[in-house]
């Protein structure tokens, strides 16, 4: 089934493969495709015929992160504008986190800012060993705060502050070590290892497994409502700054920003 900028199909086991389904622009977040996804995440987290989520990517990258002309309606929006958005994308992430099935990420290119919160919210992430990995929205004068309560839930305060500070890419190997990745396979290898990943799920009793992800994220990192809520204040306070404004604009007008330059 498509819903425009994701596929979704599941098989007669019960897994559903969430694909998202916008290659031409590296499966970049925008408006529409967070509305999809957060639609998808509900109506497959609350089928009972669904036992195993697989997120998946079209085309050379996982998820390049937020969509050139999203960032664009968000660098000339209003405080309330740009809360309203930072809402709906903590939302977002905060269902994918929460839903009662096993959640496998198929991971191959880039995954970036918005590409790392949605690896963070799943139980297992498969990657292919040419896959990159960043936090980068530091370069943009930004932060990465609406997914950051995720990401730090599942590296770690510690390795999340060098990724957060510098924006750097890292590898797949590097990926892994830090604890973003499950495992690193060949590319040729990725459907492979992500199936035995999936079929090791449902050896499980459905019921026991939502109820034990549910035990796990209760006893980990703490993302409460009052969590999430500060997240969007805090990106809201950071997109008013004069280096936010000059990151956004060397971004979108494909130049080095000045603290860049002065390197």
């Not at 930072?86 to 099935?101: H, M, Q, S, T, Y």
């Not at 932060?143 to 500070?165: H, M, N």
């Amino acid at each position: 089934m498509n819903q425009g900028t994701l596929d979704i199909a599941v098989d007669e086991r019960g897994v559903a493969r969430l694909t998202l389904a916008r290659a031409a622009k590296h499966n970049a977040l925008s408006a529409l495709m967070i509305d999809e996804l957060t639609a998808a995440a509900h109506d497959l987290g609350a089928d009972p015929a669904v036992r195993v989520v697989v997120l998946a990517a079209d085309g050379a990258s996982f998820c390049a992160g937020g969509d050139l002309g999203w960032m664009r309606e968000q660098f000339e929006a209003g405080r309330a504008g740009r809360i309203a958005e930072a809402r709906r994308l903590a939302l977002l992430f905060k269902l994918l986190n929460e839903i009662p099935k096993p959640l496998v990420a198929r991971i191959q290119g880039n995954a970036f800012g918005g590409g790392i919160g949605l690896i963070s919210v799943c139980d297992a992430a498969i990657a292919a060993a040419t896959a990159r990995f960043g936090l980068t929205e530091a370069r943009l004068g930004l932060i990465p705060a609406t997914i950051s309560p995720y990401v730090v839930a599942r590296i770690g305060e510690g390795r999340a502050r060098p990724l957060f500070l510098s924006g750097r890419i890292i590898d797949a190997w590097q990926a892994h070590a830090t604890g973003f990745v499950t495992r690193v396979v060949p590319e040729a290898e990725l459907d492979d290892a992500v199936e035995a990943e999936v079929r090791s799920y449902l050896d499980a009793a459905p019921g026991a497994a939502g109820r034990a992800k549910a035990l796990a994220r209760s006893l980990g990192f703490p993302i409460t409502d009052a969590v999430i809520e500060a997240t969007i204040e805090r990106l809201a306070d950071t997109w008013e700054t004069e280096e936010a404004r000059e990151g956004i604009s060397a971004f979108l007008e494909r130049r080095e920003p000045r603290w860049r330059q002065a390197n």
